[in-house]
């Protein structure tokens, strides 16, 4: 398995940014469909972004569509979320997962996600 490691949480005004990052560790990195989840406080843990082995395909959220980008980085084994124009409402722990799934279209519930991070808090203020 591989082992993840968020960074780049914190306290955000809305319409503002954070950029999170996860480092991981172990198997190779490009073998794994990454993605990111997030969990608000009394609510279930739902998907956010989806990215493939290659970064050459992308899935989001319609939460989040257009104001966040998933991207990765294969030869420094992170994955990054740029997050934008920042609401309230993404107030949450964002974590990073990997599945060894081969497609994105088969990486769309948290089932599908075998390696987790620890997660990292995110607070958007109104």
């Known amino acids: 398995q591989v082992q993840l490691v968020e960074s780049g949480g914190g306290l955000a005004q809305a319409g503002g940014s954070l950029r999170l990052s996860c480092a991981a560790s172990?198997?190779?990195?490009?073998?794994?469909?990454m993605g990111w989840f997030r969990q608000a406080p009394g609510k279930e843990r739902e998907i956010v972004a989806v990215?493939?082995?290659?970064?050459?395909?992308?899935y989001y959220a319609d939460s989040v569509k257009g104001r966040f980008t998933i991207s990765r980085d294969n030869a420094k084994n992170t994955v990054h979320l740029q997050m934008n124009s920042l609401k309230p409402d993404d107030t949450a722990v964002y974590y990073c997962?990997?599945?060894?799934?081969?497609?994105?279209?088969?990486?769309?519930?948290?089932?599908?996600?075998?390696?987790w991070g620890q997660g990292t808090q995110v607070t958007v203020a109104s």
């Open positions: 172990g198997r190779t990195f490009s073998s794994y469909v």
């Open positions: 990215i493939s082995r290659s970064g050459g395909s992308t």
């Open positions: 997962a990997a599945t060894p799934k081969i497609l994105i279209s088969m990486a769309t519930q948290e089932s599908d996600f075998r390696s």
